[in-house]
Protein backbone atom coordinates (compact mmCIF):
# COMPACT_ATOMS: atom_id res chain seq x y z
CA UNK A 1 0.00 0.00 0.00
CA UNK A 2 1.66 3.06 -1.12
CA UNK A 3 2.30 5.42 1.65
CA UNK A 4 -0.02 8.37 0.59
CA UNK A 5 -2.88 5.98 1.17
CA UNK A 6 -2.79 5.36 4.75
CA UNK A 7 -4.54 7.11 7.30
CA UNK A 8 -2.61 6.77 9.77
CA UNK A 9 1.37 5.73 10.56
CA UNK A 10 2.79 5.57 14.27
CA UNK A 11 5.95 6.35 14.69
CA UNK A 12 8.42 5.07 17.36
CA UNK A 13 7.73 7.83 19.82
CA UNK A 14 4.00 6.58 19.67
CA UNK A 15 4.74 2.92 19.49
CA UNK A 16 6.74 3.67 23.28
CA UNK A 17 3.94 6.02 24.63
CA UNK A 18 1.42 2.90 23.06
CA UNK A 19 3.70 0.27 25.20
CA UNK A 20 3.99 2.44 28.26
CA UNK A 21 0.13 3.87 27.84
CA UNK A 22 -0.97 -0.30 27.98
CA UNK A 23 0.76 -0.20 31.10
CA UNK A 24 -0.92 2.66 32.43
CA UNK A 25 -4.53 1.56 31.61
CA UNK A 26 -3.31 -1.83 33.29
CA UNK A 27 -2.89 -0.42 36.60
CA UNK A 28 -1.54 2.80 36.65
CA UNK A 29 -1.93 5.48 39.36
CA UNK A 30 -3.05 9.66 38.88
CA UNK A 31 0.69 10.47 39.71
CA UNK A 32 1.68 7.92 36.68
CA UNK A 33 -1.13 9.97 34.68
CA UNK A 34 0.11 13.25 35.42
CA UNK A 35 3.75 12.15 34.75
CA UNK A 36 2.93 10.41 31.36
CA UNK A 37 1.20 13.84 30.26
CA UNK A 38 4.37 15.99 30.85
CA UNK A 39 6.84 14.32 29.76
CA UNK A 40 4.79 13.56 26.53
CA UNK A 41 4.15 16.98 26.22
CA UNK A 42 8.15 17.88 26.62
CA UNK A 43 8.02 16.45 22.45
CA UNK A 44 6.91 19.47 21.54
CA UNK A 45 8.25 19.00 17.78
CA UNK A 46 7.25 15.36 17.47
CA UNK A 47 4.64 13.00 16.66
CA UNK A 48 3.18 10.22 17.65
CA UNK A 49 0.68 9.44 14.80
CA UNK A 50 1.66 10.78 11.20
CA UNK A 51 -2.25 11.87 9.29
CA UNK A 52 -0.84 11.28 5.41
CA UNK A 53 -4.21 11.79 4.34
CA UNK A 54 -5.24 14.93 6.29
CA UNK A 55 -2.72 16.97 4.57
CA UNK A 56 0.33 16.11 6.36
CA UNK A 57 -0.85 16.41 9.26
CA UNK A 58 0.09 14.74 12.75
CA UNK A 59 -1.24 13.58 15.97
CA UNK A 60 1.21 14.85 18.60
CA UNK A 61 2.62 12.79 21.76
CA UNK A 62 0.52 15.07 24.42
CA UNK A 63 -2.81 14.07 22.69
CA UNK A 64 -2.01 10.67 21.93
CA UNK A 65 -1.41 9.93 25.89
CA UNK A 66 -4.38 11.96 26.47
CA UNK A 67 -6.18 9.09 24.51
CA UNK A 68 -4.97 6.12 27.42
CA UNK A 69 -5.27 8.68 30.34
CA UNK A 70 -9.12 8.85 29.34
CA UNK A 71 -9.00 5.47 28.79
CA UNK A 72 -7.14 4.33 32.27
CA UNK A 73 -10.41 7.14 33.85
CA UNK A 74 -13.15 5.38 32.10
CA UNK A 75 -12.72 1.66 33.01
CA UNK A 76 -15.90 0.60 34.50
CA UNK A 77 -15.55 0.04 37.84
CA UNK A 78 -13.26 2.53 38.68
CA UNK A 79 -15.74 4.76 40.50
CA UNK A 80 -14.48 7.91 38.80
CA UNK A 81 -17.94 8.78 36.91
CA UNK A 82 -19.00 11.46 40.09
CA UNK A 83 -15.46 13.38 39.76
CA UNK A 84 -15.97 13.16 35.95
CA UNK A 85 -19.37 15.01 35.73
CA UNK A 86 -18.20 17.34 38.58
CA UNK A 87 -15.47 18.04 36.47
CA UNK A 88 -17.25 18.77 33.38
CA UNK A 89 -19.98 21.06 35.60
CA UNK A 90 -16.46 23.12 36.72
CA UNK A 91 -15.00 23.67 33.09
CA UNK A 92 -18.62 24.23 31.55
CA UNK A 93 -17.59 27.71 29.92
CA UNK A 94 -14.32 25.74 28.13
CA UNK A 95 -16.35 22.69 27.02
CA UNK A 96 -19.04 25.37 25.10
CA UNK A 97 -15.92 27.13 23.90
CA UNK A 98 -14.51 23.60 22.29
CA UNK A 99 -17.99 22.98 21.14
CA UNK A 100 -18.91 26.01 19.41
CA UNK A 101 -15.04 25.83 17.46
CA UNK A 102 -15.95 22.22 16.52
CA UNK A 103 -19.47 23.42 15.28
CA UNK A 104 -18.21 26.40 13.42
CA UNK A 105 -15.13 24.40 11.84
CA UNK A 106 -16.91 22.52 9.96
CA UNK A 107 -19.73 24.87 9.07
CA UNK A 108 -17.84 28.24 8.61
CA UNK A 109 -15.88 27.55 5.76
CA UNK A 110 -18.86 26.35 4.27
CA UNK A 111 -21.27 29.03 5.12
CA UNK A 112 -18.61 31.70 4.30
CA UNK A 113 -17.08 29.88 1.15
CA UNK A 114 -15.16 31.89 -0.85
CA UNK A 115 -16.53 35.37 0.44
CA UNK A 116 -13.06 36.26 1.97
CA UNK A 117 -9.20 35.58 0.82
CA UNK A 118 -7.16 34.17 3.98
CA UNK A 119 -3.53 32.93 4.32
CA UNK A 120 -4.35 28.84 4.86
CA UNK A 121 -3.05 27.85 8.47
CA UNK A 122 -0.54 25.32 6.89
CA UNK A 123 1.05 27.82 3.91
CA UNK A 124 2.85 25.43 1.61
CA UNK A 125 1.41 26.57 -1.92
CA UNK A 126 3.27 29.79 -2.08
CA UNK A 127 6.46 31.70 0.31
CA UNK A 128 5.08 34.96 -0.85
CA UNK A 129 4.38 36.92 3.06
CA UNK A 130 1.15 38.32 2.01
CA UNK A 131 -0.03 34.69 -0.01
CA UNK A 132 -3.98 34.61 0.45
CA UNK A 133 -6.56 32.58 -0.99
CA UNK A 134 -9.97 32.33 -1.54
CA UNK A 135 -11.94 30.83 1.71
CA UNK A 136 -13.02 26.76 1.52
CA UNK A 137 -13.01 24.13 3.75
CA UNK A 138 -9.74 22.06 4.29
CA UNK A 139 -7.92 19.64 6.31
CA UNK A 140 -7.24 21.81 8.90
CA UNK A 141 -10.89 22.06 9.74
CA UNK A 142 -10.78 18.73 11.16
CA UNK A 143 -7.17 18.45 12.96
CA UNK A 144 -8.03 22.18 14.89
CA UNK A 145 -10.93 20.64 15.84
CA UNK A 146 -9.33 17.72 17.33
CA UNK A 147 -6.70 19.63 19.10
CA UNK A 148 -9.40 22.26 20.35
CA UNK A 149 -11.48 19.06 21.90
CA UNK A 150 -8.32 18.08 23.68
CA UNK A 151 -7.52 20.82 25.59
CA UNK A 152 -11.12 20.50 26.97
CA UNK A 153 -10.56 16.84 27.71
CA UNK A 154 -7.03 17.59 29.46
CA UNK A 155 -8.57 20.50 31.27
CA UNK A 156 -11.11 18.08 32.69
CA UNK A 157 -8.25 15.31 33.18
CA UNK A 158 -6.53 16.96 35.30
CA UNK A 159 -9.57 18.13 37.23
CA UNK A 160 -9.82 14.35 37.88
CA UNK A 161 -6.84 13.25 38.95
CA UNK A 162 -6.14 16.19 40.92
CA UNK A 163 -8.16 15.54 42.60
CA UNK A 164 -7.67 12.21 43.67
CA UNK A 165 -4.78 10.99 45.96
CA UNK A 166 -0.97 11.60 44.15
CA UNK A 167 -2.85 14.16 41.27
CA UNK A 168 -1.43 17.38 42.55
CA UNK A 169 1.77 16.40 44.41
CA UNK A 170 2.62 14.32 40.55
CA UNK A 171 1.98 18.28 39.27
CA UNK A 172 4.22 19.94 41.08
CA UNK A 173 7.14 17.36 41.54
CA UNK A 174 7.06 16.37 37.86
CA UNK A 175 6.70 19.94 36.67
CA UNK A 176 10.19 20.68 38.36
CA UNK A 177 11.81 17.85 36.35
CA UNK A 178 10.40 18.84 33.43
CA UNK A 179 11.45 22.21 33.62
CA UNK A 180 14.93 21.05 33.84
CA UNK A 181 14.62 18.34 31.15
CA UNK A 182 13.26 21.55 29.18
CA UNK A 183 16.36 23.94 29.96
CA UNK A 184 18.69 21.24 29.44
CA UNK A 185 17.32 19.82 25.77
CA UNK A 186 17.69 23.21 24.98
CA UNK A 187 20.99 24.08 25.92
CA UNK A 188 22.46 20.58 24.74
CA UNK A 189 20.98 21.19 21.50
CA UNK A 190 22.73 24.51 21.14
CA UNK A 191 25.92 23.44 22.27
CA UNK A 192 26.00 20.69 20.14
CA UNK A 193 24.41 22.10 16.82
CA UNK A 194 26.23 20.89 13.99
CA UNK A 195 27.32 17.77 15.85
CA UNK A 196 26.44 13.80 15.73
CA UNK A 197 24.39 14.78 18.69
CA UNK A 198 22.06 16.97 16.30
CA UNK A 199 20.93 14.24 14.63
CA UNK A 200 19.43 12.84 17.83
CA UNK A 201 17.42 16.31 18.03
CA UNK A 202 16.43 15.76 14.24
CA UNK A 203 15.19 12.41 14.83
CA UNK A 204 12.81 13.37 17.68
CA UNK A 205 11.43 16.24 16.48
CA UNK A 206 9.58 14.18 13.76
CA UNK A 207 6.44 15.68 13.59
CA UNK A 208 5.00 17.44 10.29
CA UNK A 209 5.75 20.93 11.49
CA UNK A 210 7.85 23.37 9.39
CA UNK A 211 11.41 22.48 11.78
CA UNK A 212 13.21 25.94 12.10
CA UNK A 213 17.26 25.84 13.48
CA UNK A 214 17.87 29.47 13.07
CA UNK A 215 20.80 32.05 14.24
CA UNK A 216 20.52 35.71 15.12
CA UNK A 217 23.98 37.93 14.73
CA UNK A 218 25.39 34.50 15.16
CA UNK A 219 23.94 33.34 18.05
CA UNK A 220 22.18 30.17 17.86
CA UNK A 221 18.70 30.19 19.16
CA UNK A 222 17.13 27.50 20.77
CA UNK A 223 14.87 25.15 19.63
CA UNK A 224 15.30 22.15 22.05
CA UNK A 225 12.40 19.24 21.19
CA UNK A 226 10.29 22.14 19.78
CA UNK A 227 10.17 22.91 15.87
CA UNK A 228 10.30 26.50 16.40
CA UNK A 229 12.51 29.07 18.89
CA UNK A 230 9.06 30.52 19.96
CA UNK A 231 7.44 27.40 20.62
CA UNK A 232 10.26 26.67 22.63
CA UNK A 233 10.08 29.91 24.57
CA UNK A 234 5.96 29.77 24.62
CA UNK A 235 5.73 26.00 26.73
CA UNK A 236 8.59 27.07 28.71
CA UNK A 237 7.78 30.33 29.71
CA UNK A 238 4.54 28.51 30.68
CA UNK A 239 6.67 26.02 33.31
CA UNK A 240 8.29 29.35 34.39
CA UNK A 241 5.42 30.95 35.78
CA UNK A 242 4.24 27.89 37.41
CA UNK A 243 6.95 27.14 39.48
CA UNK A 244 7.46 30.76 40.06
CA UNK A 245 4.06 30.61 41.23
CA UNK A 246 4.61 27.67 43.51
CA UNK A 247 7.97 29.06 45.18
CA UNK A 248 6.10 32.38 45.19
CA UNK A 249 3.30 30.53 47.83
CA UNK A 250 6.09 28.51 49.59
CA UNK A 251 5.03 25.32 47.39
CA UNK A 252 7.90 22.87 47.44
CA UNK A 253 9.78 26.28 47.50
CA UNK A 254 13.68 25.21 47.31
CA UNK A 255 12.98 22.75 44.11
CA UNK A 256 10.35 25.24 42.53
CA UNK A 257 12.56 28.24 42.66
CA UNK A 258 15.68 26.93 41.31
CA UNK A 259 13.89 25.50 38.92
CA UNK A 260 12.10 28.51 37.75
CA UNK A 261 15.50 30.37 37.78
CA UNK A 262 16.96 27.45 35.05
CA UNK A 263 13.83 28.47 33.05
CA UNK A 264 14.22 31.72 33.31
CA UNK A 265 17.91 31.86 31.91
CA UNK A 266 17.08 29.23 29.39
CA UNK A 267 14.25 31.19 28.24
CA UNK A 268 16.90 34.77 28.13
CA UNK A 269 19.84 32.76 26.40
CA UNK A 270 16.83 31.65 23.82
CA UNK A 271 16.46 34.93 21.95
CA UNK A 272 13.16 34.40 21.10
CA UNK A 273 11.20 36.89 21.71
CA UNK A 274 8.08 35.56 22.54
CA UNK A 275 10.19 34.54 25.85
CA UNK A 276 11.27 37.93 26.39
CA UNK A 277 7.49 39.40 25.96
CA UNK A 278 6.22 36.73 28.46
CA UNK A 279 8.78 37.39 31.20
CA UNK A 280 8.05 41.19 30.45
CA UNK A 281 4.42 40.82 30.89
CA UNK A 282 5.53 38.47 34.18
CA UNK A 283 7.21 40.79 35.41
CA UNK A 284 4.76 43.59 35.16
CA UNK A 285 2.22 41.32 36.83
CA UNK A 286 4.55 40.47 39.76
CA UNK A 287 5.55 44.20 40.16
CA UNK A 288 1.74 44.88 40.30
CA UNK A 289 0.61 42.46 42.44
CA UNK A 290 2.82 43.77 44.86
CA UNK A 291 1.59 47.36 44.80
CA UNK A 292 -1.81 46.53 45.13
CA UNK A 293 -2.36 43.60 47.08
CA UNK A 294 1.31 44.39 49.35
CA UNK A 295 -0.52 42.93 52.62
CA UNK A 296 -1.10 39.20 50.98
CA UNK A 297 2.37 39.64 49.59
CA UNK A 298 4.59 37.25 51.11
CA UNK A 299 7.65 38.83 52.19
CA UNK A 300 10.16 36.72 52.42
CA UNK A 301 9.68 35.60 48.83
CA UNK A 302 9.53 39.50 47.99
CA UNK A 303 12.87 39.96 49.87
CA UNK A 304 14.29 36.91 48.32
CA UNK A 305 13.06 37.93 44.86
CA UNK A 306 14.97 41.40 45.07
CA UNK A 307 18.13 39.69 46.46
CA UNK A 308 18.06 37.89 43.05
CA UNK A 309 17.88 40.53 40.66
CA UNK A 310 20.87 42.37 42.43
CA UNK A 311 22.93 39.00 41.85
CA UNK A 312 21.92 38.87 38.61
CA UNK A 313 22.19 42.52 37.72
CA UNK A 314 25.79 42.46 38.96
CA UNK A 315 26.78 38.85 37.53
CA UNK A 316 25.40 40.51 34.01
CA UNK A 317 27.36 44.05 34.67
CA UNK A 318 30.18 41.99 35.50
CA UNK A 319 30.38 39.39 32.55
CA UNK A 320 30.03 42.60 30.03
CA UNK A 321 33.18 44.30 31.61
CA UNK A 322 35.20 41.04 31.66
CA UNK A 323 33.95 40.24 28.04
CA UNK A 324 34.00 43.21 26.10
CA UNK A 325 33.45 41.41 22.75
CA UNK A 326 30.09 40.24 23.42
CA UNK A 327 28.63 43.07 24.45
CA UNK A 328 28.12 44.49 21.16
CA UNK A 329 26.35 41.00 20.18
CA UNK A 330 24.45 41.22 23.00
CA UNK A 331 23.27 44.46 21.91
CA UNK A 332 22.70 43.26 18.38
CA UNK A 333 20.79 40.30 19.45
CA UNK A 334 18.72 42.70 21.60
CA UNK A 335 17.83 45.04 18.81
CA UNK A 336 16.84 42.31 16.03
CA UNK A 337 14.71 40.34 18.50
CA UNK A 338 12.98 43.12 20.25
CA UNK A 339 12.66 46.83 18.91
CA UNK A 340 13.68 46.50 14.99
CA UNK A 341 11.42 43.08 15.53
CA UNK A 342 8.50 44.80 13.91
CA UNK A 343 10.46 45.77 10.98
CA UNK A 344 11.67 42.20 9.48
CA UNK A 345 9.57 40.67 6.89
CA UNK A 346 8.83 38.14 9.78
CA UNK A 347 7.63 41.00 11.91
CA UNK A 348 5.40 42.66 8.42
CA UNK A 349 3.93 38.72 7.89
CA UNK A 350 3.07 38.53 10.94
CA UNK A 351 1.09 41.60 11.54
CA UNK A 352 -0.38 40.28 8.59
CA UNK A 353 -1.67 37.31 9.46
CA UNK A 354 -2.98 39.10 12.88
CA UNK A 355 -5.35 41.15 10.87
CA UNK A 356 -6.62 38.67 9.08
CA UNK A 357 -8.56 37.54 12.94
CA UNK A 358 -10.83 40.99 12.70
CA UNK A 359 -11.33 40.94 9.07
CA UNK A 360 -12.77 37.50 8.72
CA UNK A 361 -14.79 38.67 12.21
CA UNK A 362 -16.35 41.29 10.21
CA UNK A 363 -17.10 39.20 7.28
CA UNK A 364 -18.81 36.57 9.22
CA UNK A 365 -20.78 38.87 11.20
CA UNK A 366 -19.22 37.99 14.62
CA UNK A 367 -20.01 35.01 13.63
CA UNK A 368 -16.32 33.20 12.58
CA UNK A 369 -14.75 31.27 9.59
CA UNK A 370 -13.96 28.29 11.62
CA UNK A 371 -10.77 27.67 13.34
CA UNK A 372 -8.43 25.75 10.98
CA UNK A 373 -9.85 28.37 7.87
CA UNK A 374 -6.61 30.81 8.24
CA UNK A 375 -3.63 31.82 9.70
CA UNK A 376 -3.02 34.01 12.69
CA UNK A 377 -0.30 35.28 14.70
CA UNK A 378 -2.47 36.00 17.88
CA UNK A 379 -4.48 33.64 19.91
CA UNK A 380 -7.20 36.76 20.35
CA UNK A 381 -7.42 37.71 16.55
CA UNK A 382 -7.40 33.85 16.02
CA UNK A 383 -10.41 33.35 18.30
CA UNK A 384 -12.43 36.53 17.58
CA UNK A 385 -12.08 35.26 13.53
CA UNK A 386 -12.76 31.95 14.02
CA UNK A 387 -15.35 31.82 16.54
CA UNK A 388 -16.84 35.23 16.83
CA UNK A 389 -18.47 36.75 19.59
CA UNK A 390 -19.54 33.49 21.23
CA UNK A 391 -15.56 32.02 21.34
CA UNK A 392 -14.26 35.21 22.76
CA UNK A 393 -17.37 35.68 25.27
CA UNK A 394 -17.01 31.85 26.25
CA UNK A 395 -13.03 31.58 26.52
CA UNK A 396 -13.58 34.82 28.81
CA UNK A 397 -16.10 33.13 30.85
CA UNK A 398 -13.61 30.54 31.70
CA UNK A 399 -10.26 32.61 31.92
CA UNK A 400 -12.69 34.84 34.87
CA UNK A 401 -14.02 30.99 36.34
CA UNK A 402 -10.27 29.56 36.54
CA UNK A 403 -8.26 33.19 37.59
CA UNK A 404 -10.48 34.44 40.20
CA UNK A 405 -9.68 37.59 40.70
CA UNK A 406 -12.13 37.99 43.68
CA UNK A 407 -10.11 35.34 46.14
CA UNK A 408 -7.78 36.59 48.12
CA UNK A 409 -5.43 33.20 47.14
CA UNK A 410 -5.53 34.19 43.86
CA UNK A 411 -2.78 37.29 44.56
CA UNK A 412 -0.86 36.23 47.62
CA UNK A 413 -0.44 32.90 50.00
CA UNK A 414 -3.40 31.04 51.89
CA UNK A 415 -3.39 29.29 55.43
CA UNK A 416 -5.56 26.97 53.17
CA UNK A 417 -2.82 24.24 50.97
CA UNK A 418 -5.48 23.19 48.48
CA UNK A 419 -6.18 27.32 47.93
CA UNK A 420 -2.84 28.00 47.57
CA UNK A 421 -1.68 25.80 45.19
CA UNK A 422 -5.03 26.33 43.45
CA UNK A 423 -3.99 29.81 43.44
CA UNK A 424 -0.57 28.93 41.52
CA UNK A 425 -1.99 27.29 39.15
CA UNK A 426 -4.84 29.66 37.88
CA UNK A 427 -2.71 32.25 37.85
CA UNK A 428 -0.06 30.42 36.01
CA UNK A 429 -2.80 28.99 33.87
CA UNK A 430 -3.93 32.87 32.74
CA UNK A 431 -0.37 34.06 32.29
CA UNK A 432 0.90 30.89 29.99
CA UNK A 433 -1.30 32.71 27.24
CA UNK A 434 1.05 35.81 27.23
CA UNK A 435 2.75 34.53 24.38
CA UNK A 436 -0.01 33.28 22.38
CA UNK A 437 -1.23 36.92 22.17
CA UNK A 438 1.62 37.27 20.00
CA UNK A 439 2.10 33.86 18.21
CA UNK A 440 -0.69 31.69 18.30
CA UNK A 441 -1.38 30.84 14.52
CA UNK A 442 -4.84 29.21 15.38
CA UNK A 443 -7.43 29.90 18.45
CA UNK A 444 -6.15 26.37 20.37
CA UNK A 445 -4.94 27.82 24.06
CA UNK A 446 -1.93 25.47 24.81
CA UNK A 447 -0.95 22.55 26.52
CA UNK A 448 -0.05 24.69 29.60
CA UNK A 449 -3.32 26.64 29.93
CA UNK A 450 -5.46 23.00 30.04
CA UNK A 451 -3.47 21.15 32.45
CA UNK A 452 -2.90 24.23 35.00
CA UNK A 453 -6.76 25.58 34.49
CA UNK A 454 -8.04 22.07 35.02
CA UNK A 455 -5.88 21.60 38.31
CA UNK A 456 -6.97 25.06 39.61
CA UNK A 457 -10.31 24.19 39.74
CA UNK A 458 -9.70 20.66 41.05
CA UNK A 459 -7.85 22.14 43.99
CA UNK A 460 -10.13 24.48 45.33
CA UNK A 461 -12.29 24.39 48.28
CA UNK A 462 -15.38 24.91 47.39
CA UNK A 463 -15.16 21.83 44.70
CA UNK A 464 -18.78 20.07 44.89
CA UNK A 465 -17.75 15.81 44.73
CA UNK A 466 -19.42 12.97 46.43
CA UNK A 467 -18.63 11.81 49.74
CA UNK A 468 -16.33 9.43 49.04
CA UNK A 469 -13.75 12.38 47.99
CA UNK A 470 -13.79 14.88 50.91
CA UNK A 471 -11.50 17.98 51.30
CA UNK A 472 -9.58 15.99 53.73
CA UNK A 473 -8.45 14.32 51.03
CA UNK A 474 -7.54 17.09 49.40
CA UNK A 475 -5.14 18.25 52.38
CA UNK A 476 -3.68 14.69 52.49
CA UNK A 477 -2.95 14.79 48.57
CA UNK A 478 -1.15 18.50 48.58
CA UNK A 479 0.31 18.32 51.85
CA UNK A 480 3.75 16.66 51.00
CA UNK A 481 4.14 19.19 48.24
CA UNK A 482 4.38 21.96 50.32
CA UNK A 483 7.39 20.95 52.50
Known amino acids: MPKSSKTMIPTYIGLIQLLFGTLLIIGGTSRQCVWFLLVSALFGGSAAIQLPALGGSSIPPVQFALVFVIARLAIPGSGNAPLVMAALRENVFL ?15 RLFHGTIDVTPLRNEVSKMIYYTEPLRPSSQNITTSVYLIGVAVLAVAMTVLCRKRGGAEALVKGGVVVAWLHALTGIIEVV ?12 LRNGSYQQLSQSVSGVARMNGLF ?21 YRSVLPKRTGIAAIVLMLALLFSTASTGYLGLAGYGVF ?39 AYVDTAGRVIDQMIFAKAETVSGKQRWFWMAQG ?16 FRSSSLLTAILGSMGVVGILSIG ?33 ILSLIPGLFTAPSPVPD ?6 A ?30
Open 454 to 483: GASLALRPHFQLSLASSRRQVRQDVSPTTS
Open 358 to 373: LDAMLASGGLGIGPGS
Open 95 to 109: CIFVAYGVFMAFIGP
Open 192 to 203: TRGTAVDLVFES
Open 227 to 247: PEPSAYAAFGFGLFVFMAECW
Open 447 to 452: FMFGLL
Open 286 to 324: FLCRLAVFWRLANHRRVNEAGIAVIIGVIAVAAALVALP
Open 397 to 429: AYVLWVFRPARASTWGNSSDLSASLSGACGTAA
